[in-house]
């Protein structure tokens, strides 16, 4: 009688060799696609321009773009939690002013902020909103589209 262990490995065998065929198959087409390296090469231009996104120190070119914006936004709250959980205070902190002069609600982030973090963290964050302001004032392309420049003023009590 044949136990079930022998039809088991070679058909996990012939299941494996054809994945890996599968992949073969179509990494070839891929690569012999007339316009693969054109693509290739746009991409490696397009990511050596993207600044590096390492502690904050992305890059923000206020635009109409909502798309863009949003995904600045989210990416600079997401390094300040990620900083803050790190216990790198000074680069969180940074990084959620930024998302707040960023943020089309400043207010309700404030009061969420307010709610949510420390009041000694909280209050650094306030008094670092008009330094990083001024700081992405003095950039050329945010100090361009700034506009009226003013800040959302939160009552700490």
Same mark, same amino acid.
């Given at each position: ?94 990084? &959620?002013?930024?998302? /707040?002069?960023?943020?089309? @609600?400043?207010?309700?982030?404030? $009061?969420? %902020?307010?709610?949510? !973090? ?6 650094? &964050?306030?008094?670092? /909103?008009?330094?990083?302001? @001024?700081?992405?004032?003095?950039? $050329?392309? %945010?100090?361009?589209? !700034? ?11």
């Amino acid at each position: 009688m044949i136990t079930p262990n022998i039809r088991f490995w070679p058909l996990v065998a012939a299941v494996g060799v054809s994945f890996v065929g599968y992949c073969v198959y179509f990494d070839r087409k891929r690569r012999s696609a007339p316009d693969f390296h054109e693509k290739l090469k746009a991409k490696r231009l397009q990511k050596k321009q993207k600044p590096q996104q390492t502690g904050g120190t992305s890059s923000f070119n206020k635009t109409d773009d909502a798309e863009e914006m949003r995904h600045y936004f989210l990416e600079q709250i997401q390094l300040g939690e990620d900083c803050l959980t790190r216990g790198d205070i000074d680069t969180g902190l940074n990084c &959620l002013a930024k998302a /707040i002069l960023a943020c089309s @609600q400043p207010q309700s982030l404030m $009061a969420f %902020f307010q709610q949510s !973090l420390p009041l000694e963290l909280f209050q650094e &964050l306030i008094t670092r /909103i008009p330094k990083i302001a @001024q700081s992405m004032e003095n950039s $050329a392309a %945010f100090s361009a589209a !700034l506009g009226s420049g003013s800040l959302p003023e939160v009552d700490l009590e």
